[in-house]
Each structure stands twice: as C-alpha cells, then as structure tokens.
C-alpha cells in the first residue's frame, strides 16, 4: 500500500521571496504531481479544497506558503495560471483513468459558498477576490465544459456546443495557455472526432438498411436523413479514392516545379481556372488573385515544404476568413446562395494534399463559430448546415476511415443510376498514401 504524502511536514521552509514567485509556483505544482501518485481522489480534492479554496495548511507546507507568497505580492496572474495548471495537472491523471466523476467534483469546488463570504484576514480576502473574478471567467467556463458541466450562469444549450473539437484547438494552440490544459484539449477534440466518426458510419449503416425501423444511433448532425443522400453525392462526385489519388499525384509533382508553378497547377488542382470568366469576382478577388500574388518574390524559387505550408495555409485563410478575421466574403456568397459542398470540397482538396493543414483548419473555422456564436441559431442556420457539412466530408475523408458507394443488384433494370439503388459502406482503412 502506498504511503501517504508527508515527506515535506516538518521539512525547514524555503524561503520565497518576490524574486522567485516562479519557484513558489513549482512548489505548488510539485505537490498536487507527487500527491496524485499515493492519494485518493477524494484525499486529493480534500487538498486542493484547503490549499485553493479555504487557503489552509496542507500536507505540504511549503505549498502553502508559496501560495501565501503569490498572494501578498499581489500576482493575480500568476495565481490563476498556477490554479488552472493544477487542475489539469488533476484532470489529465484521472481522465486517462476514466475517472470524469472526480474532474467534475474538482470544478464544483469553486461554487463553494465560502468564496462568496466577507473576511477580514487579508490574505484570504484577497484570495476570494481572485476566486470570485476566476468563476467569472472564460477559462473556468472551458474547465467546466471539458470536465463535462455545464457552464456557469447558461440556461440553454447553445448550438456551437456542437462544434467543440474545433474550440478546442484554439486552447491547443495558445502557448500562453498552461502545457496540461493544452494537452487535455488535443485529447478530448480528437475523442470528439472519433466519437463523431463513429456515430456517423453506425447511423447512415443504419438508415441505409432499408429496414424501415427506427435509427437505434442518434443523428450526429442537424442535417436530418438527408445526411445519406449527402454522403452518397460527395462519393459520387469522384469517389473517395479518386480525391485521395488526385491529391498524391498532384503531391507527387510539387518537387519538381517553382513557386509559380506550383501556385498556377495548385489552382488547377482546385478547378479554379484564372480564366474562367464564369467564377465569381469574390473568389477571383479574395483567392486567386491573392494566391498569385502571395511571396511573389519567390516565383522563381524551386518548392519547398515550407513554401507549401505557407500557400495551403493562406488558402485556408483566403476561403474562410477577410483581413478583419471576420467570415470571409467568399464564404458569406456560398452561404446566402445555399451552396455548401463546393466550398467544403476546395477545404477537402487542401487537407489532402498538406494533412498538417487540418490545424489550421480547425483554428479558422473556430474563429468562424465564435463570431457566429454571438447570434441566435436560427440567424445563423446557413453557417451550421456548412459545419455539419465540413464535419461529415472530413469524417468520409479521414486517414483511418473508408467509405465506398457500391450499387446493389437490380434484376429489374442493371442500368440504373439512381442514387436510391448504391448502399454507403464505411470501414476502417490503413493510410498507405505517400501525401505526408
């Protein structure tokens, strides 16, 4: 049986001065990473509860004067970095181990009423104070929602909820953002992919049966049974393996032009001509002419991997997003005139040939959702059919997934080419592609 954690009770106390609030935070950090290894999670709450909360003498004393330090210096910054830290310190241990149930009684800790009382030892006004401000905040609303409560003061659920795997590459990307957070939000938005993957191929299996009963898996989407018909016209406009083949033959190519080069055939590689007098002027406007003009400097210069993640990034930019970070005026045309999959295929075709692009795909469409967000979801009907949209093309286009359009048998008539007449199979694929 493990020993409980005392080593440091009657150790002589460091000193901890202005200078050194870094190690002060280390203190605090070492603790709950030492403690998590002998105690229970209820001792462990126990701690954190008396440390953060109560702000009274632990099992380790120096924890708590370094507290007491980063307090009486007045860094309210630093404290909040350091408490968000501990609690994905905690959280990633007792996700890995299944355990949600002690994530979310770590968060509730903060709805204590305590916090809310008046006091007149200073130190502990000063920490309810800090408390009071970080119940408040962003970061304790996303603590709360990656630990699966629900947010603090929300009275209905709110329609970018959906969409979280992409808000959490935003958390996953802010290297101002303490290393445990980031990591507990890269896991948890690829297991909401995987999630949504899986829901996805069970219930269009289902639908697809023709049984006439009643789908046992939820629907994934909001796109309703005409998620089916969607899927059959993304594999039928090609057909998956000839938007995978087209994209390593075009990869395949790339080492042997320049830059300009590489931009015109890119453009060619989309099915965007730069003479086509039928493409519209905001897509002329906001993506080819700002494509031929990116590092124009460069156009003699042979390809790069470098040069390619900057021109597929930018790409992603120019489809989704103008100057201000705001929806980008191609995107704005596509979704007044109903036209969602072509856009979402130039997205596909990109990822394809750059995967690495899919970051930067995420991080753009969750500026997009939070610019949308701040409307109702009846105003932004549009721009969530285009995510439910993106959202089952990247799922039938993942490295580990295959979906296949086979046509069943028809005695009556082997010509036909109706839809209604080809079943969506899905399975599990090994990526064998030379795209990297």
């Known amino acids: 049986m493990a020993q409980p954690y005392n080593q440091h009770k009657s150790e002589q106390i460091t000193d901890i001065t202005a200078g050194s609030i870094d190690q002060a935070q280390q203190y605090i950090y070492v603790f709950f990473l030492e403690i998590i290894k002998y105690y229970q999670c209820e001792e462990i709450l126990n701690q954190f509860n008396l440390l953060f909360i109560k702000y009274e ?98 009275n209905y659920y709110q329609w970018s909820d959906r969409f979280s795997s992409y808000l959490l590459t935003l958390d996953y990307l802010d290297l101002n953002k303490p290393p445990e957070q980031r990591q507990y939000a890269e896991t948890l938005s690829q297991k909401i992919k995987k999630e949504f993957k899986f829901d996805l191929a069970l219930y269009t299996a289902h639908i697809d049966s023709k049984l006439g009963l009643s789908p046992k898996r939820k629907n994934p989407t909001t796109l309703g049974d005409g998620i089916l018909i969607l899927i059959k016209r993304i594999l039928s406009k090609q057909g998956s393996e000839n938007f995978r083949n087209s994209a390593t033959t075009f990869y395949n190519q790339i080492s042997n032009m320049t830059f300009l080069e590489f931009k015109q055939n890119l453009l060619g590689y989309l099915s965007i001509s730069q003479d086509d007098l039928e493409i519209p002027e905001v897509m002329r406007l906001t993506v080819v002419q700002k494509l031929i003009y990116l590092q124009k400097h460069q156009n003699d210069t042979n390809m790069t991997f470098s040069l390619l993640h900057v021109t597929c990034n930018r790409v992603l930019q120019y489809l989704l997003l103008n100057e201000r970070r705001k929806p980008s005026e191609f995107l704005q045309l596509s979704l007044e005139s109903n036209n969602f999959l072509n856009p979402v295929i130039l997205l596909l075709k990109i990822v394809l040939i750059f995967p690495d692009g899919r970051l930067y795909l995420d991080s753009y469409i969750a500026e997009l959702i939070k610019f949308y967000s701040l409307y109702d979801e009846t105003e932004c009907r549009a721009f969530i059919n285009f995510l439910d949209i993106l959202n089952v093309t990247l799922a039938i286009f993942d490295q580990d997934t295959e979906y296949s359009l086979i046509k069943m048998k028809n005695e009556n008539n082997l010509s036909d080419v109706s839809l209604e007449n080809y079943r969506v199979f899905s399975q599990s694929r090994k990526y064998t592609d030379s795209v990297s």
């Open 57 to 154: 003498e632990t099992h380790d004393i120096r924890a708590y004067h370094a507290l007491g330090e980063i307090i009486f210096h007045n860094k309210e910054n630093e404290f909040k970095y350091t408490l968000l830290r501990c609690c994905y310190i905690l959280n990633n241990n007792w996700a890995i181990n299944g355990n949600i149930n002690a994530c979310q009684q770590l968060v509730d800790l903060f709805l204590s009423n305590s916090i809310g009382i008046a006091t007149r030892i200073t130190k502990l006004k000063i920490l309810r104070k800090w408390l009071q401000a970080f119940t408040q905040s962003e970061e304790y609303n996303t603590l709360r929602s990656l630990s699966g409560r629900s947010r603090v003061n929300k």
